[in-house]
């Protein structure tokens, strides 16, 4: 009797364990995150990416990194494809706080992309904006 109740306590655990987890990384695993002070010296320096703003339109045309396609998060699994078709390329996504541009970076390795990083918010941008 006392070693069913372990394992049953040891099944608990590990769910409880198992549901903490997947509330912290919910869908796959994380894109690498690279803080935006990072992206601006090796954009500067020239680096061939691929910047994608994962925002909406509206939020794209009041101020975006130089260069950033659009391609708001909630059209990735359909848009990316054919945005997106080298599966190698270094690929940089961003939003306005982080938590959009998280959930694009997952979403994008789990339909095979390679080289994915997370920027996270906008907000931490120290270099120009076009404005559209």
């Known amino acids: 009797m006392d070693q069913l109740l372990s394992l049953a306590a040891l099944i608990v655990c590990a769910v409880v364990l198992l549901s903490l987890y997947n509330r912290r990384f919910p869908g796959g695993p994380r894109a690498p995150r690279l803080s935006m002070e990072e992206a601006r010296q090796a954009l500067d320096g020239g680096a061939a990416v691929t910047v994608v703003d994962v925002r909406t339109q509206e939020e794209f045309d ?3 990194i130089p260069g950033a396609r659009l391609l708001p998060v909630d ?3 359909s848009a990316a494809p054919e945005a997106l078709p ?10 306005q706080s982080g938590r959009r541009s998280a959930a694009a970076g997952r ?7 390679q080289q994915v990083r997370d920027l996270g918010g906008i907000g931490g941008w120290t270099g120009p904006l076009v404005r559209e």
Do not use: F, K, R, S
């Not at 979403?107 to 992309?113: Q, T």
């Open 62 to 64: 009041g101020g975006h």
């Open 75 to 77: 059209t990735i699994a």
């Open 86 to 95: 080298d599966l190698q390329a270094e690929i940089w996504v961003y939003c």
């Open 107 to 113: 979403a994008l390795l789990a339909m095979g992309y």
